[in-house]
């Protein structure tokens, strides 16, 4: 069994959507593309090389496929290598090929496809990008570990990380550094169900007794 770890860049308020240009993915009317460029810094850059240094497998969504297809095979340096000789799994309902090396696309539904994947023997399998797939996967408990780089910029509206469809799960850090920019970088295991707790007193108040009942009334 192989875990699935989401790589998310996201500001402070969590949306992910074209954090590397404003060509990457204007839709909705998203302005603000290109809003990590200027906090990577060399720490950064060097800990993200190491990590695509490893064996990994990648599974993406349609529009980071194209994306990182028409800039990967183009480019050179550890990332480029690591990303370029991964196995992609791809999921989409329009591709019918993919000229990318080592591009297979995910047959039928794709959640049990990816349980499939994880079913296997093999390296990590990651996620980048791909908002509308990991809102899928979240969705149905399939992401096990989030590598979260978290920029300290709030730009409003746009695609975030956690929709409304997400599966309630805790979290432990199991990790956790700053860059020199301000960026937050942070892995979170998921551990299982939240267990909800109370801070109110055992025998609630008496105004506490009625602003409940104001609120179920």
């Not at 996201?10 to 060509?23: H, I, K, S, W, Y």
């Not at 990577?40 to 990182?68: C, H, N, P, Q, S």
């Not at 095979?73 to 591709?95: F, M, Q, W």
């Not at 960026?183 to 551990?191: A, C, I, L």
Request: hydrophobic share 40%; proline share 6%; net charge negative.
């Amino acid at each position: 069994m192989r875990k699935l770890v989401a790589i998310c860049q996201m500001t402070l308020d969590g949306v992910m959507q074209a954090p590397g240009g404003p060509e990457e993915d204007p839709t909705g009317g998203f302005e603000l593309g290109g809003w990590s460029v200027n906090y990577w810094d060399d720490a950064m850059l060097e800990m993200v090389g190491e990590a695509f240094g490893k064996e990994f497998e990648l599974v993406l969504g349609r529009r980071t496929y194209e994306i990182f297809a028409a800039h990967w095979p183009y480019d050179e340096g550890p990332i480029a290598d690591g990303i370029n000789a991964a196995r992609k799994h791809v999921a989409s309902r329009t591709l019918s090929e993919l000229e990318w090396e080592n591009s297979v696309l995910l047959e039928g539904d794709v959640s049990k496809a990816i349980a499939t994947l994880k079913a296997e023997d093999g390296p990590e399998l990651q996620t980048q990008g791909s908002i509308d797939l990991l809102q899928t996967l979240l969705a149905d408990g399939l992401v096990d570990e989030f590598r979260v780089f978290v920029f300290p910029v709030v730009v409003g509206p746009g695609k975030r990380l956690f929709g409304d469809s997400v599966e309630p799960a805790g979290l432990e850090l199991v990790e956790s550094k700053t860059s020199g920019t301000g960026v937050f970088m942070g892995t979170y295991r998921v551990t299982g169900p939240i267990e909800p707790g109370s801070f109110a007193f055992e025998e609630p108040t008496e105004r506490e007794v009625e602003r409940r009942e104001k609120l179920s009334g």
